[in-house]
């Protein structure tokens, strides 16, 4: 089995800055990309930042100059630094780790059971 574990998650005022870390475990041949979602209430859950395998990144928009996202492959971890936090970044954070599996032959997405990220004004 592989699991994914998120941590780091909390309360902090605005401007403020929080480090998410997520790790996958398990019975892992290779990790492709990893990524951070986020879902606030009542809103879709969409991406924050994504990170390939070659290093190649992705940041959504609105976080663009205040997140960065970076990854440990000997740990199989990947971390979000959140500075100059908004009101508006309140939500559940979500990883997701493309991987195969030992013994299989294909590539799944796995999500971590989501952090809570508050921001209070």
């Known amino acids: 089995q592989v699991q994914v574990v998120e941590s780091g998650g909390g309360l902090v005022q605005a401007g403020g800055s929080l480090r998410l870390s997520c790790a996958a475990s398990?019975?892992?041949?290779?990790?492709?990309?990893m990524g951070w979602y986020r879902q606030a209430p009542g809103k879709q859950r969409e991406v924050v930042a994504r990170?390939?395998?070659?290093?190649?990144?992705h940041l959504a928009d609105s976080v663009k100059g205040r997140f960065a996202i970076n990854r440990d492959d000997a740990k199989n971890t990947v971390y979000l630094q959140m500075n100059s936090l908004k009101p508006e970044d309140t939500a559940v954070y979500y990883c997701?780790?493309?991987?195969?599996?030992?013994?299989?032959?294909?590539?799944?997405?796995?999500w971590g059971q989501g952090t809570q990220v508050t921001v209070s004004s």
């Open positions: 990170i390939t395998s070659a290093g190649g990144i």
């Open positions: 398990g019975s892992i041949f290779s990790i492709n990309a």
């Open positions: 997701n780790v493309n991987l195969i599996p030992r013994r299989n032959t294909y590539a799944s997405n796995y």
